[in-house]
């Protein structure tokens, strides 16, 4: 029997605690299993494939503390954008291109403005249909991971409900805090910044980047194409009046720009390649070997050497069958007259004494004087410091060296093409610590086949390393027949010569 003295001296606070520390546990247990199990529902369901114009997408949702939507463009990288507050990531895989539907493009043009207005009826269709899946997946997944850890039928629905209600809970949060204009502000993971997590052995960084280079040389393909089948200008592919040379710069050993060259040489039926210089990034004899590739493109290769390029540079070129070296020399090719001259400077021998801005200046009115009158049609050389004299001497002046495009026409009538870098800066592009990505670019340049004349210009420009976007605009030669010498009437195009960026 119990005395009053018992019944008194009993701790009740401590049992009342003893029990609520018990029921506290199991109902963080609950919450605990609803949370996992639905982390685990939506990693296992969260995901839906659906029809968006004519790719198939794949959307999958999972959780993350900070919340984000990003696009998956593999082998190129990602692009997150930050849409919304809630702890959700949102993440968007082209897992398909129907081959009818984009056949349908290209045939019908209309087709184009009957997808696009149907893209944002598939586009919320395929997002409430990931939010249902979702819903059920990571219920279901609470669910389970009650019953396999409680066995109580009450315990794993609770598990569920818990897991639904922070779901839709952080679904209302991420309608509320959306932004659609984070579009306008990217986040890119590419490539090279990726890599040391990314590409693993050497076999796989050999696999990787031949994938980015077929997937480089492809966009520029169904963009040509895409062109073609759109521009209203002159069709100069397939005028055999034509000369079609295709202008590239600044190459600076990237192994990517030789998928892109091959690419336009195909696509534009290019009958000469010139390239105005820096074809390696230091001259060294280990990269001497980048030049065989050069015999590979089966068409002349007239090229001159950049202030990146050594003699030994000049060499290996020279090597190559196809391969036209000017150093101060005249050569005709395809039926136009080419004048050019190397670099004299050799910018990574640091041992060496180059000669300074005036020096070059002052070697380029020694060539141009050489060669006025002789009938020369294009002169090729690196940078404009050089080409600068030529003004009145040709008609038309190639050069690089600034990695960014830019024209101009002379007082005396002379056209300047100044290339950007078809190799996208080289190994500089390749930091993504350097501001946006230098772009790819190249110029497929149409010329009279009797005048020798430039008639008109198709400038390439692919996004670089981590961009998608390309482009190809035509600029036609406006007086493509003006005498050289003489003061010339500016084009509007020539009011303003773009800046030019070292």
Same mark, same amino acid.
């Given at each position: 029997?119990?005395?009053?003295?018992?019944?008194?001296?009993?701790?009740?606070?401590?049992?009342?605690?003893?029990?609520?520390?018990?029921? /506290?546990?199991?109902?963080?247990?609950?919450?605990?299993?609803?949370?996992?199990?639905?982390?685990?529902?939506?990693?296992?369901?969260?995901?839906?494939?659906?029809?968006?114009?004519?790719?198939?997408?794949?959307?999958?949702?999972?959780? +993350?503390? =900070?919340?984000? %939507?990003?696009?998956?463009?593999?082998?190129?990288?990602?692009?997150?954008?930050?849409?919304?507050?809630?702890?959700?990531?949102?993440?968007? %895989?082209?897992?398909?291109?129907?081959?009818?539907?984009?056949?349908?493009?290209?045939?019908?043009?209309?087709?184009?403005?009957?997808?696009?207005?149907?893209?944002?009826?598939?586009?919320?269709?395929?997002?409430?249909?990931?939010?249902?899946? $979702? @819903?059920?997946?990571?219920?279901?997944?609470?669910?389970?991971?009650?019953?396999?850890?409680?066995?109580?039928?009450?315990?794993?629905?609770?598990?569920?409900?818990?897991?639904?209600?922070? @779901?839709? $809970?952080?679904?209302?949060?991420?309608?509320?805090?959306?932004?659609?204009?984070?579009?306008?502000?990217?986040?890119? #993971?590419?490539?090279?910044?990726?890599?040391?997590?990314?590409?693993?052995? /050497?076999?796989?960084?050999?696999?990787?980047?031949?994938?980015? &280079?077929? &997937?480089? $040389?492809?966009?520029?393909?169904?963009?040509?194409?895409?062109? =073609?089948?759109?521009? %209203?200008?002159?069709?100069?592919?397939?005028?055999?009046?034509?000369?079609?040379?295709?202008?590239?710069?600044?190459? !600076?050993?990237?192994?990517?720009?030789?998928?892109?060259?091959?690419?336009?040489?195909? +696509?534009?039926?290019?009958?000469?390649?010139?390239?105005?210089?820096?074809?390696? *990034?230091?001259?060294?004899?280990?990269?001497?070997?980048? /030049?065989?590739?050069?015999?590979?493109?089966?068409?002349?290769?007239?090229?001159?050497?950049?202030?990146?390029?050594?003699?030994?540079? +000049?060499? /290996?070129?020279?090597?190559?069958?196809? $391969?036209?070296?000017?150093?101060?020399? %005249?050569?005709?090719?395809?039926?136009?007259?080419?004048?050019?001259?190397?670099?004299?400077?050799?910018?990574?021998?640091? #041992?060496?004494?180059?000669?300074?801005?005036?020096?070059?200046?002052?070697?380029?009115?020694? !060539?141009?004087?050489?060669?006025?009158?002789?009938?020369?049609?294009?002169?090729?050389?690196?940078?404009?410091?050089?080409?600068?004299?030529?003004?009145?001497?040709?008609?038309?002046?190639?050069?690089?060296?600034?990695?960014?495009?830019?024209?101009?026409?002379?007082?005396?009538?002379?056209?300047?093409?100044?290339?950007?870098? #078809?190799?996208?800066?080289?190994?500089?592009?390749?930091?993504?610590?350097?501001?946006?990505? #230098?772009?790819? !670019?190249?110029?497929?340049?149409?010329?009279?086949?009797?005048?020798?004349?430039? &008639?008109?210009?198709?400038?390439? *420009?692919?996004?670089?390393?981590?961009?998608?976007?390309? +482009?190809? =605009?035509?600029?036609?030669?406006?007086?493509?027949?003006?005498?050289?010498?003489?003061?010339?009437?500016?084009?509007?195009?020539?009011?303003? =010569?773009?800046?030019?960026?070292?």
């Amino acid at each position: 029997m119990v005395s009053w003295e018992a019944i008194r001296a009993y701790d009740y606070r401590g049992a009342f605690d003893r029990v609520r520390a018990g029921r /506290a546990w199991r109902w963080g247990g609950v919450v605990v299993a609803g949370l996992v199990g639905g982390w685990l529902g939506l990693a296992l369901g969260g995901e839906v494939v659906t029809p968006i114009g004519p790719a198939d997408v794949t959307l999958g949702l999972s959780p +993350q503390w =900070e919340g984000e %939507t990003v696009v998956d463009v593999r082998p190129l990288g990602q692009l997150a954008f930050d849409t919304h507050d809630a702890p959700l990531r949102l993440n968007a %895989t082209i897992s398909d291109i129907r081959l009818s539907a984009a056949e349908e493009m290209f045939a019908d043009p209309d087709a184009i403005n009957r997808m696009a207005a149907g893209i944002g009826s598939d586009l919320r269709a395929g997002v409430i249909s990931l939010l249902v899946r $979702a @819903l059920v997946a990571a219920t279901l997944g609470a669910v389970l991971m009650g019953l396999l850890l409680f066995r109580s039928v009450w315990r794993s629905l609770f598990s569920g409900l818990v897991s639904l209600a922070v @779901l839709v $809970a952080s679904g209302a949060l991420a309608a509320s805090s959306f932004n659609p204009s984070a579009i306008a502000e990217p986040r890119y #993971t590419g490539l090279i910044a990726g890599a040391p997590q990314v590409v693993g052995g /050497a076999e796989a960084v050999v696999s990787r980047f031949n994938q980015y &280079q077929e &997937q480089l $040389a492809g966009l520029v393909g169904n963009v040509a194409m895409i062109y =073609e089948a759109t521009s %209203t200008l002159p069709v100069y592919e397939e005028d055999e009046s034509v000369v079609r040379v295709l202008h590239v710069s600044d190459i !600076q050993l990237n192994p990517a720009s030789w998928s892109i060259i091959r690419t336009l040489r195909e +696509q534009y039926a290019v009958d000469v390649i010139v390239d105005s210089g820096d074809l390696t *990034d230091r001259g060294s004899a280990a990269e001497d070997v980048f /030049a065989d590739e050069i015999a590979d493109l089966e068409v002349p290769y007239v090229w001159v050497r950049g202030e990146h390029d050594s003699m030994g540079t +000049q060499r /290996a070129v020279e090597a190559q069958p196809n $391969a036209v070296v000017l150093d101060e020399d %005249t050569e005709e090719v395809a039926g136009l007259t080419f004048f050019g001259a190397g670099d004299p400077r050799y910018t990574p021998d640091a #041992t060496r004494l180059n000669p300074d801005e005036e020096a070059v200046a002052a070697l380029g009115e020694d !060539q141009a004087a050489s060669v006025a009158g002789d009938g020369v049609d294009v002169a090729v050389l690196h940078t404009r410091t050089q080409g600068d004299a030529f003004d009145g001497a040709v008609p038309l002046v190639l050069t690089g060296g600034d990695h960014m495009r830019s024209t101009a026409l002379g007082d005396e009538g002379t056209r300047f093409l100044v290339q950007g870098s #078809t190799g996208g800066a080289g190994l500089s592009g390749l930091d993504h610590g350097m501001g946006r990505p #230098t772009p790819y !670019q190249a110029s497929v340049l149409y010329f009279d086949v009797e005048t020798g004349r430039l &008639q008109a210009r198709d400038d390439i *420009d692919l996004g670089g390393i981590g961009l998608t976007s390309a +482009q190809v =605009e035509r600029h036609v030669e406006p007086d493509p027949d003006r005498p050289v010498g003489d003061e010339p009437e500016a084009s509007e195009e020539d009011a303003t =010569e773009p800046e030019r960026t070292p």
